[in-house]
């Protein structure tokens, strides 16, 4: 076997580590799910608002935006292996910290282990594979940078299906049928970060850089691309309005979309409640609704990760404005008629909620090759990961509107989604340097 077969063989193992990483780290999305235990047990955010647990979910998406500007910064200096290791080694610890939070009962403990230590490991670790993978396959960025992230709208998946089965197994609930003596959560969250400990880590170590000038056998950079040596460097990029304009088109998608995320459990439990039996026992009742929001989380999540494949894949062949203009304008309409009242049901508010995840990942799925196809893939680690500073902003506007506006929230998405139609309608790539 020669070099090239060598190299090419390589690639797709290092894909196969960056789908196992993203997995582990997308399961952050599945967050309401532990939502209602820990205000049942602790009675955070009770009261007719839940800011108060609601903050941690806040912290958390700007932790990770932050972390992967960060992130990007270190992989382009120190090299994806290193970056991606202590990604897993902290999003572990973290996890295991938001454990020790629901045993003693502490909310600040909650927000530091699973808001500030998991989400600076889940962002170094989110980054690292999207800026590897992009310098490993040109002839594929679309395609394979929606194949990673894809993990991480799936790995909520596994979660919001499985953590609702652990959180009931281990809760104890006192005599009286209502008292909550121990939530589950604790012990669920102790699992999980062992197994983040173990597979973040252990996929990380086969992360490497491919030679410097090295590309695909047969492979031809196409001319719409700005190519490796004509690559920005982040100082360039910056001074450049094309840069500020993604920016603020992956800002108000990821907003919309995170909002409706934090609050999706609850949501769906609400529009279920018409459908259980009125002879039902409070215990199965609850069950019941927990069930049903975890089925909506889990659901929309595995389409949260097929769009970030499908969109992606679509960019290589139509463009990446073009699917943005598509996803941008379908996702406004539906949260107008969401919060007009026409979807009402919970068997629509999934099909809607899963459509509209689809979207919302093809949105992360989509924009790194946006941002490399317009400032190159020399630098991209640095390029882009400064862009999810966006996911940052996002972390705090979404889920801040969705907890404090709720009459309004629905509404106020539709109008970010209009706003980013706009920006992408007018977004021309950069002039070549020196032009």
């Known amino acids: ?62 932790v990770i935006g932050c972390a992967a500007a960060f992130g990007g910064t270190l992989v382009d200096k120190k090299g994806p292996r290193f970056v991606a290791t202590i990604g897993g080694i902290l999003f572990g610890i973290g996890t295991l910290i938001a ?5 003693f009962g502490n909310i600040w403990l909650l927000y530091f282990g699973f ?16 800026a590897t993978l992009i310098r ?30 652990m959180i009931n ?46 590309l695909p056998a047969g492979f031809t950079p196409s001319k719409t691309t700005v190519s490796a040596a004509q690559s920005f460097k982040f100082g360039e990029a910056v001074k450049t309005r094309q840069w500020w304009m993604l920016w603020g088109i992956l800002c108000l998608n990821v907003s919309a979309g995170l909002g409706l995320i934090s609050q999706l459990s609850p949501i769906a439990q609400d529009l279920y409640k018409p459908l259980l039996k009125p002879d039902l026992e409070q215990a199965a009742a609850l069950a019941a609704l927990a069930g049903a929001g975890g089925a909506v989380v889990a659901y929309s999540a595995i389409f949260n990760g097929l769009g970030r494949l499908f969109w992606a894949k679509i960019s290589d062949n139509i463009g990446r404005k073009a699917v943005f203009s598509i996803m941008l ?14 979807v009402s049901n919970y068997w629509l508010f ?18 790194p090759a946006f941002a490399a196809d317009s400032f190159g893939p020399a630098y991209i680690g640095k390029v882009y990961g400064f862009m999810l500073t966006a996911w940052s902003t996002a972390g705090l506007l979404g889920p801040l509107v969705f907890s404090t506006l709720k009459e309004q929230s629905l ?25």
Not at 411 to 435: D, E, H, N
């Open 115 to 130: 808001g500030f230590i998991a989400a600076l490991g889940n962002g170094f670790g989110y980054v690292t594979p999207i």
């Open 350 to 367: 999934l099909v809607v909620a899963c459509y509209l995840l689809a979207c919302y990942g093809g949105g992360f799925a989509t924009m």
């Open 136 to 165: 490993w396959f040109p002839d594929k960025r679309g395609l394979v940078t929606g194949l990673a992230v894809m993990g991480f709208g799936g790995g909520a998946f596994f979660m919001g299906k499985i953590a609702p089965i």
């Open 329 to 342: 304008s379908t996702q406004a309409a539906l949260y107008l008629l969401v919060a007009l009242g026409f």
């Open 411 to 435: 509404f106020i998405a539709s109008g970010l989604l209009i706003l980013g139609l706009l920006i992408t309608l007018a977004y021309k790539r950069p002039a070549p340097k020196g032009a």
């Open 169 to 214: 197994a281990f809760q104890k609930v006192g005599a009286d049928g209502t008292t909550i003596e121990a939530s589950g959560v604790s012990t669920t969250f102790y699992i999980w970060g062992v197994i983040f400990l173990i597979l973040v880590v252990g996929a990380a170590q086969l992360f490497k850089n491919p030679p410097q000038g090295w």
């Open 1 to 62: 076997m020669n070099n090239t077969e060598n190299l090419e063989k390589k690639r797709w193992w290092i894909a196969i580590a960056a789908v196992i990483i993203q997995l582990c780290l997308g399961t952050v999305y599945a967050w309401s799910v532990f939502k209602i235990p820990l205000m049942k047990k602790h009675g955070w955010g009770t009261g007719g608002s839940d800011f108060e647990i609601q903050v941690t979910f806040m912290i958390l998406m700007l």
């Open 99 to 103: 454990g020790l939070a629901d045993q």
